[in-house]
């Protein structure tokens, strides 16, 4: 089992930033991929980012492709996101998620372990 515990939502206006917070624990060693979803209003869940578990090899969606940032502190076991300008379609709820495999695909992602969400919204 993973356990995941996200920080740093909130309300920012258009063009503004956040930087959400994953602290991991449990099993961490048994996902590939950290990664970042999130679920806008009335829609299904979709991949953000996602990172390699102790590397640095990164994915990104189209959407949010040089907007959002997401690393990684191995010693803290903790992955961030970074989220700059931020767009009234960002507002979403954000998933922290522990990956079998590398896919920002639900369908393809295997196993996932999930947070419990953290809301961000952007006003214009």
């Known amino acids: 089992q993973v356990q995941l515990a996200e920080s740093g939502g909130g309300s920012v206006q258009e063009g503004g930033s956040l930087r959400l917070s994953c602290a991991a624990s449990?099993?961490?060693?048994?996902?590939?991929?950290m990664g970042w979803f999130r679920q806008r209003p009335g829609q299904e869940r979709e991949g953000v980012a996602r990172?390699?578990?102790?590397?640095?090899?990164?994915d990104y969606s189209d959407s949010v492709m040089g907007r959002f940032t997401i690393s990684q502190d191995i010693v803290k076991n903790t992955i961030y996101l970074q989220m700059n300008g931020l767009k009234p379609e960002d507002t979403a709820m954000y998933y922290c998620?522990?990956?079998?495999?590398?896919?920002?695909?639900?369908?393809?992602?295997?196993?996932?372990?999930w947070g419990q969400g953290t809301q961000v919204t952007v006003s214009s």
């Open positions: 998620t522990a990956l079998q495999y590398c896919s920002l695909r639900l369908q393809g992602a295997g196993r996932i372990y």
């Open positions: 449990g099993a961490t060693w048994s996902s590939n991929c």
């Open positions: 990172i390699e578990h102790g590397g640095t090899n990164t």
